[in-house]
């Protein structure tokens, strides 16, 4: 069975990691403290959020997978989105981060996750 960081303390992780790097990053939503699900919403140059999320894997790890981008055309969808994640699941984590290097800070802090 696989031991799993507390998500305050992730979440905190992430958002330290992100200002530290020069970016920001701010919990949109706290979940429940240690065992929440955790949503990671990466904003783009563009204003546009790209949202992550730990999916489960055939060999039983759990890896981050991009589940829903932004659209210009239709940015309320995306929002929308986040706000039925957060009345179907009271206890999901929704953090939103924004950085200069989107695929960096993926590789570097959510593969190692």
Not at 13 to 24: E, I, P
Not at 72 to 93: A, C, E, G
């Amino acid at each position: 069975m696989e031991t799993r960081l507390p998500a305050h303390l992730e979440v905190n992780g992430y958002v330290r990691a992100v200002q530290a790097g020069g970016g920001f990053g701010m919990v949109l939503h706290k979940g429940e403290r240690d065992g929440g699900t955790i949503l990671i919403v990466m904003m783009e140059n563009q204003g546009l959020g790209v949202l992550y999320e730990r999916m489960p894997q055939i060999d039983g790890t759990r890896k981050w997978s991009q589940v829903k981008a932004q659209v210009s055309d239709n940015k309320s969808d995306f929002d929308d989105y986040l706000d039925r994640r957060r009345t179907q699941d009271p206890d999901v984590w929704i953090v939103e981060l924004t950085v200069a290097d989107r695929e960096r800070f993926i590789r570097d802090n959510l593969t190692a996750a």
